[in-house]
């Protein structure tokens, strides 16, 4: 009786949406978008590490100072090469100079003080390795008359072996080094 006096009761439904495609849609997306980013890998500086052997000492090595070049760059990223003022620009010649002089002997000694900037930093990182690089396609063309770049792994390990990056680096806090 109570039924019919307030009427019949209605079976509300709430709208849905079809989502059966989304998941489609989401994933074609995703596809889309790792094919289309680029994924540059970030390159660091590539030195080569004294290997770990906990047997041996570390003895001092003594280098003359004509297969020496010792850099400095200071808080405010000046650079300094044996103790003088020097532009970037020129530390390729320098830095091709002691190698080519001191053949494997030679030594690259850089000292960075903690607060200069990354900039200058790299900047002579960038010389330094275009030294080498110059050194090394100059050796391999004339050993194999081919640049550095198109010789084969083993060709490449005798440039390398011929020409190796010697570098020694130091960081200067305030109070001394580091």
Do not use: C, G
């Given at each position: 009786m109570f039924g019919s006096m307030f009427g019949r009761k209605r079976d509300h439904r709430v709208p849905g949406l079809n989502t059966t495609s989304t998941a489609d849609i989401s994933f074609m997306l995703l596809i889309f978008f790792l094919v289309t980013t680029s994924m540059d890998a970030d390159k660091g500086i590539t030195r080569e590490l004294p290997p770990i052997d906990?047997?041996?000492e570390n003895t001092p090595t003594n280098v003359s100072n004509d297969k020496t070049l010792r850099l400095h760059i200071d808080n405010d990223g000046r650079l300094f090469c044996n103790d003088r003022p020097m532009d970037v620009s020129s530390l390729k010649d320098s830095v091709e100079n002691v190698v080519n002089r001191g053949g494997k002997e030679h030594v690259i000694q850089l000292r960075t003080e903690r607060n200069a900037s990354y900039d200058s930093y790299f900047h002579v990182q960038n010389?330094?390795?275009?030294?080498?690089?110059?050194?090394?396609?100059?050796k391999a063309e004339q050993a194999y008359g081919e640049p550095y770049e198109e010789l084969n792994e083993e060709q490449k390990e005798t440039i390398v072996k011929a020409v190796p990056q010697r570098?020694?680096?130091?960081?200067?806090?305030?109070g001394g080094e580091q």
């Open positions: 906990k047997k041996s010389e330094i390795v275009a030294a080498y690089n110059d050194i090394r396609n100059q570098i020694s680096e130091t960081y200067v806090e305030e």
